[in-house]
């Protein structure tokens, strides 16, 4: 069975504009010519793809089918560059979009991108967030990979491991006289104001299950919406926090900030989730994302085990 070009099409534009008046609008078509197109879809599929609510939903049939228009259009795109390699009036550039999490754009993705863009044709768009475990953005198609810390892929999405990010868990030296005179302990950690970026991350979760030995669960969480905000909020006193080492090594040189251990990093590993069947394009972008991944990280190593216990204090300094 071929699915029609132009019901395709209309549901898309109405998945994009989240309207069916401003996909008319798009469309250059009336919005009744639009219900009718995705109508006769839904007949066709035998499956309903939109639930018209608002605001405007993908059913799961819809998110297959979303995502699958996408790969189509990047598909027709990359032959269309094959056939007429330097386009007409900018059809060449193939517009993709990718997700990066914050701290990773914020220290070493950007190398990868301008890796990407002088190599491709593209026209790139980076969605700057913290997958979490659903990755809704990723299967219903609207990015064609993303790099996350979560390490099992979403449906129909493979998860490669590209390399590790070194942590520190950092604090301004008055917050540590403050908090963690007498020791870096369960207790004090607990009590503490901890800063966070952004809701969707459990760095600190899985730094401090490390450092106690059990899962420690509720703490003073304080979010703040990026690395610079999280970075100043720290450096001011106003809690502790994991940031990349490579933002905070001047500053543990220099004595603004002090790490809670002792130098002791805690490496996260970063993994490149992409569709399982993608178009060749997709394909490529996703292996130089990798290969240059590796050649700018840590190779992924077994986590350190961190001193300390549930029990007992780790002391600063000693």
């Given amino acids: 069975m071929m699915l029609d070009r132009h019901q395709l099409e209309a549901f898309a534009t109405v998945v994009e504009t989240l309207s069916f008046e401003r996909a008319a609008e798009k469309l250059n078509v009336t919005r009744g010519a639009i219900s009718q197109r995705i109508k006769a879809l839904e007949e066709a599929l035998s499956a309903v793809v939109l639930v018209r609510d608002k605001p405007l939903a993908l059913t799961s049939v819809g998110e297959v089918l979303f995502k699958h228009v996408a790969a189509v259009r990047l598909l027709e795109a990359d032959t269309f560059g094959q056939i007429r390699p330097h386009g007409v009036s900018g059809r060449g550039a193939m517009p993709l ?54 390490p099992r892929p979403a449906r129909g999405c493979v998860a490669t491991p590209i ?5 520190r868990c950092v604090a301004s030296p008055e917050f540590i006289q403050r908090h963690f005179a007498k020791g870096f302990c369960l207790h004090s950690a607990t009590s503490a104001p901890a800063v966070l970026l952004g809701r969707r991350t459990a760095l600190l979760d899985r730094y401090l299950d490390a450092v106690f030995g059990v899962s420690v669960g ?29 933002t905070v090594l001047s500053r543990l ?22 569709w399982r069947a993608a178009p060749p394009i997709c394909e490529s972008i996703s292996s130089e994302i990798i290969a240059c991944g590796r050649e700018i990280l840590q190779v992924p190593q077994t986590q350190q085990s961190m001193p300390g216990s549930a029990q007992h204090c780790i002391a600063w300094p000693g």
């Fill in 97 to 150: 979009a990718i997700g990066v999490d914050a701290h990773s754009i914020d220290t070493w993705f950007c190398a990868v991108v301008r890796r990407l863009i002088e190599r491709n044709t593209v026209e790139l768009e980076v969605v700057v967030d913290d997958a979490d475990p659903g990755f809704p953005a990723l299967t219903r198609g609207e990015i064609i990979g993303c790099v996350s810390t979560v």
């Fill in 163 to 167: 390399g590790d990010i070194a942590y």
């Fill in 218 to 246: 509720r703490y003073r969480k304080n979010f703040l919406p990026s690395p610079a905000s999280q970075l100043e909020a720290i450096i001011a006193g106003v809690g502790y926090g994991l940031l990349p080492e490579q």
């Fill in 253 to 274: 040189a220099s004595g603004e900030l002090v790490d809670v251990l002792r130098h002791m990093s805690f490496p996260v590993t970063l993994y490149w989730h992409h």
